[in-house]
């Protein structure tokens, strides 16, 4: 059986949708089961007739401005919850799927990220995230840790979801222009990472990189959340998207300017195509 933890969120939705779909057994649980509280997690983990056999660690901390006032609470549950969540698996004898970001660099750089490139977060989030890889590591031989960037998807609030809500209700909106990284849709990730728990035997553990395809700018991503709203009618009147620049519309926690991630190796290892983002949102805001 598969434990999927945070599983009310973004990418939790869509992975227990994907497990349903591939008729695999699975047990759910949201933050009533808080990863940051080891007896919590023991307890549930060891309850008898329940026999877990992958952890796919949903659970975390993404408010990321809200986070650089909330520098305790992120790292309790990014790092601490994470180590909590790994040392379990450890004892049960069984891998774990844990989810990271492309806020771990500083996007100073030019050229794709690969996993193992230098992080150098500038964020609390993106900080509390490392640290929370580092433990995955450290405490279970047996981990799958995905980085993946710009996630949206039915389960929660998002960049799309949001910006379908603006351009709804605003006549006009900026949004910056100078940060560029690439969407993914939590259906495409949920797919990618039930092909560690089918392929496992040819999958070394580590670190592997995910999005989908292309890269663009926020600004270039709600322009075509809003072309392909208005196409599909979920955008009903006319709406002004204005570019701007980071240091024109500050944000609380600091971006990285490029966070473009290179998935050569999760390709390979897992043999997929990964769809390109705009093929990705379409789907997305077609409800297909
Ligand atoms: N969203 C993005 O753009 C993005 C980008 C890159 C990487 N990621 C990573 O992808 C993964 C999934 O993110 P997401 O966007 O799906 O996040 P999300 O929508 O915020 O969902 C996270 C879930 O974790 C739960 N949770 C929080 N604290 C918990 C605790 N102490 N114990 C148990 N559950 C707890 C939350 O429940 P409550 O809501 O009830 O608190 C929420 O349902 C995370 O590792 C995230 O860092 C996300």
């Known amino acids: 059986m598969v434990w999927v933890t945070g599983a009310k969120g973004i990418l939790g939705t869509e992975i227990c949708k994907t497990l349903n779909r591939e008729d695999i057994d699975y047990v759910a649980t949201g933050s009533e089961v808080d990863i940051t509280d080891i007896d919590e997690v023991n307890l549930f983990a060891h309850n008898r007739g329940r026999r877990i056999s992958w952890i796919v660690n949903c659970a975390a901390y993404t408010a990321v401005d809200k986070a650089e006032n909330e520098a305790a609470l992120c790292e309790k549950i990014n790092f601490k919850g994470a180590e909590n969540v790994a040392k379990i698996a450890k004892g049960l004898g069984c891998p774990l799927i844990h989810f990271s970001t492309d806020y771990v660099f500083d996007g100073t750089g030019s050229v794709t990220y690969r996993e193992d490139d230098p992080a150098q977060p500038v964020s609390v989030y993106g900080k509390t995230k490392l640290q929370g890889e580092r433990a995955v590591a450290a405490f279970n031989e047996r981990f799958y ?66 999005s989908n395809e292309g890269v663009c700018t926020w600004f270039e991503f709600a322009n075509e959340i809003y072309r392909l709203g208005r196409l599909n009618g979920l955008i009903k009147k006319e709406c002004f998207i204005c570019p701007c620049t980071t240091v024109e519309c500050p944000t609380k926690a600091p971006r990285p300017a490029f966070s473009v991630l290179d998935k050569t190796k999760i ?16 789907k997305y805001l077609e409800n297909d």
């Not at 940060?179 to 580590?206: R, V, W, Y």
């Not at 390709?267 to 379409?282: A, F, G, H, V």
């Open 267 to 282: 390709k390979k290892t897992l043999q997929i195509d990964i769809p390109d983002w705009k093929t990705s949102l379409r």
């Open 145 to 210: 840790i995905v980085r993946t960037s710009w996630l949206y998807g039915r389960g929660g609030k998002n960049f799309v979801n949001t910006m379908l809500c603006f351009m709804n209700e605003l006549d006009s909106f900026t949004v910056v222009n100078d940060q560029i990284g690439s969407p993914t849709n939590a259906a495409d990730l949920s797919f990618a990472a039930l092909q560690f728990i089918k392929k496992a035997d040819h999958c070394e553990a580590g670190i592997y990189n995910y």
